[in-house]
């Protein structure tokens, strides 16, 4: 069974930075793809980035590009989403997933198989 849990929601400052975690068990690690969603109050939801497990290799949405990094510990069995200045826009819950594939590319869409609860991110102005 595929369990994700995410954690490091909080609120923050504009301007300011969080690390989000996501710690996986029941993954493959050289077949898996991690993607990082977020949906705010109203909106659909929204591709943020995705990483492959095998390699670290990471894409992002066009919407954060620059601003936030995926990153991967598979030792510790947690990916990781960094967050820098960080801006009101960005207030939302925060979901990772995961599955054999992931793309947060302009202009595709693949529904990811299995996901963890979210954690909320609030950033104030």
């Known amino acids: ?21 996501c710690r996986v068990s029941g993954v493959t690690f050289d077949l898996d793809d991690i993607g990082w969603f977020r949906q ?19 894409h992002y949405a066009d919407s954060v590009k620059g601003q936030f990094t995926s990153s991967r510990d598979n030792a510790k069995s947690t ?3 960094q967050m820098d200045n960080l801006k009101p826009e960005d207030t939302a819950v925060y979901y990772c997933a995961a599955d054999v594939f992931c793309t947060v590319r302009r202009g595709t869409r693949y529904e990811m198989k299995n996901w963890g609860k979210g954690t909320l991110v609030t950033v104030s102005s």
């Open 1 to 21: 069974e595929v369990r994700l849990v995410e954690s490091g929601g909080g609120l923050v400052q504009a301007g300011g930075s969080l690390r989000l975690s």
């Open 40 to 58: 705010a109050p109203g909106k659909e939801r929204e591709g943020v980035s995705c990483i492959r497990l095998k390699d670290g290799i990471a």
């Open 79 to 81: 990916v990781y989403l």
